[in-house]
Nanobody, 125 residues
Framework: QVQLVESGGGLVQPGGSLRLSCAAS????????MGWYRQAPGKQRELVAI???????DYADSVKGRFTISRDNAKNTVYLQMNSLKPEDTAVYYC???????????????????WGQGTQVTVSS
């Protein structure tokens, strides 16, 4: 059973930094794109940043120049370095893997759209 587990959230003052991590565990042969999403109270979940296996990245306009996504394919881990944090960055941040090559019942197969449990990021003075 594949699981994604996020860590690194917390409370930080405006202008501060946090680094989120998301580690995928279980029987994993490969992971396609991995991304970070966030959901603020009363709002829809939105894409923050995404990174392909080859390292190509894309960001929401609201975080460009402040956030950096990276991944370690050997560790099946994706990171989100968040700098110059603003109160409007406050949200629950979720990790996503869009396609994972794994085994189910001993049979190799692809599974899709895995999510972590989320980690709270609060930016407040």
């Amino acid at each position: 059973q594949v699981q994604l587990v996020e860590s690194g959230g917390g409370l930080v003052q405006p202008g501060g930094s946090l680094r989120l991590s998301c580690a995928a565990s279980g029987t994993i042969f490969a992971i396609n794109a991995m991304g970070w999403y966030r959901q603020a109270p009363g709002k829809q979940r939105e894409l923050v940043a995404i990174i392909t296996t080859g390292g190509r990245t894309d960001y929401a306009d609201s975080v460009k120049g402040r956030f950096t996504i990276s991944r370690d394919n050997a560790k099946n881990t994706v990171y989100l370095q968040m700098n110059s944090l603003k109160p409007e960055d406050t949200a629950v941040y979720y990790c996503n893997a869009d396609q994972i090559a794994t085994k189910v019942g001993g049979i190799p197969m692809y599974e899709y759209d895995y999510w972590g449990q989320g980690t709270q990021v609060t930016v407040s003075s």
